[in-house]
């Protein structure tokens, strides 16, 4: 909104702990000072929440007089775009479930600079005016780049905040990326023991992780807590009695506890639908689902006619520059330079891919539609789930 002169009168979040606290310089007020102090007719209001709960806001704002698009609006409105940048072309792991797993799918690439990256978030700002958050990764392991702290204080300076997801099973860059302190790091994780984690991490160690994550935690109180730390944990059937264990890391060290259903890479899938046979490194992941492939292709097909879940996602930069159609299939380019593209002529080149009709022609663009099975991993995450699945 600094970026493009637009003054933020204060945050308004239900959260007490916020409360008349400043944020960037801007107050946090509650809910009932708002409504007192503010009406439509001298302010605008922008929700800044997921989808489900801007949804309620607007209900809330819609019964004290405000109107949708005249005195309030979705944020997403101003930025409806989500770009994806891989500054490392390289992971460290092979997990089961991804690409990695077969070098003749994806090998390794290179790092992006600092050089390029500062092109590259240059440009996207160019091309999306009010851009507030980019992903930093695709297939590789952000922490693996030494230019990554640089990029995080750049996007920092920009009002840009920078998505990371680590695998932390190698930190050497981690204090200086936690000394940039980025606002939010994902830690991604398949088990809280190495006969789970070291299954489906496959060339991770548990017992490395769980020493990174103690790092993790006193790098975090080092710098006043101001990176949330999401505990990313997938489920899958050998690892559900470990849920409480991971609950309860999390409630020690402060991190944020994000339950979500273990689910194969596009590539596999996509494979499988053609030819019916499962790549066999995807095989000790597939197993391990709660949902089996069949099953959730069926979901897929059930919804074909709804609209991709990544389409905001857009646009897909690689470590070399090249834009691709999509964030989650192997790489394949719609332009060999996001430098010297026009950014409608890329999204006329992303709805018109191979790749993206090839995969809508399997239903495969409603794949991974983590919202569908939300109510499942509650209660698995709970406990509640039914006996098939609390006994697996
Ligand atoms: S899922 Fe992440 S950590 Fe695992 S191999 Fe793929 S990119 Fe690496
Ligand atoms: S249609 Fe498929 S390939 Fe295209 S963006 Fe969506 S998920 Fe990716």
Redesign the pocket.
């Known amino acids: 909104m600094k970026r493009n002169s637009i003054n933020i009168a204060g945050y308004v979040d239900i959260d007490r702990s916020l409360w008349n606290r400043q944020i960037g310089g801007v107050s946090v007020i509650s809910p009932e000072r708002f409504f007192d102090n503010y009406n439509p007719s001298n302010s605008f209001v922008l929700t800044a929440s997921v989808d489900k709960k801007n949804a309620q806001i607007a209900e809330v704002l819609e019964r004290n007089g405000w109107r949708k698009n005249e005195s309030f609006s979705d944020i997403q409105k101003f930025n409806p775009f989500f770009p994806t940048v891989e500054i490392t072309g390289i ?1 460290n ?3 089961s ?2 690409i ?2 077969d070098k003749n799918i994806i090998g390794n690439g290179k790092y992006m600079s600092f050089e390029d990256y500062k092109k590259v978030i240059d440009k996207l700002i160019y091309d999306i005016p009010f851009l507030y958050l980019v992903d930093l990764y695709i ?3 952000p922490i693996l780049n030494k230019d990554l702290p640089k990029i995080i204080e750049y996007n920092k300076s920009l009002g840009v905040a920078s998505g990371l997801s680590t ?1 932390l099973n190698k930190i050497d860059n981690l204090p200086g990326v936690m000394a940039a302190r980025p606002a939010q790091l994902r830690v ?1 994780v398949s088990g809280m023991s190495s006969e789970t984690y070291d299954l489906t ?1 496959t060339g991770g160690k548990w017992t490395k992780v769980e020493q990174n994550l103690k790092v993790l935690r006193e790098l975090r109180s080092r710098y006043n807590e101001q990176t949330n730390v999401e505990f990313y944990f997938h489920i899958y059937k050998h690892n559900i009695h470990e849920i409480e264990s991971a609950k309860s890391l999390c409630r020690e060290y402060g991190f944020r506890f994000h339950p979500s259903l273990a689910i194969l890479f596009h590539d596999f899938v996509l494979d499988y639908r053609k030819t019916g046979m499962l790549n066999p490194n995807a095989k000790a992941a597939a197993d391990l689902m709660v949902l089996d492939i069949d099953t959730l292709i069926d979901d897929c097909d059930e919804y074909s006619d709804k609209n991709c879940i990544l389409t905001r996602i857009i646009p897909t930069i690689n470590w070399d520059l090249s834009v691709m159609p999509c964030c989650t299939y192997t790489p394949s380019l719609i332009h060999s330079n996001y430098l010297a593209c026009d950014f409608e002529e890329l999204m006329h080149l992303r709805t018109n891919s191979r790749q993206c009709s090839d995969c809508q022609d399997h239903s495969l663009h409603r794949w991974n539609d983590q919202m569908r099975y939300s109510t499942l991993v509650t209660e698995i995450a709970s406990g509640s789930a039914g006996p098939d699945v609390a006994s697996v």
Do not use: A, Y
């Open positions: 992971c792991l092979r997990c479930s991804c990695r797993s297939w590789g392991e695998n991604s991490h």
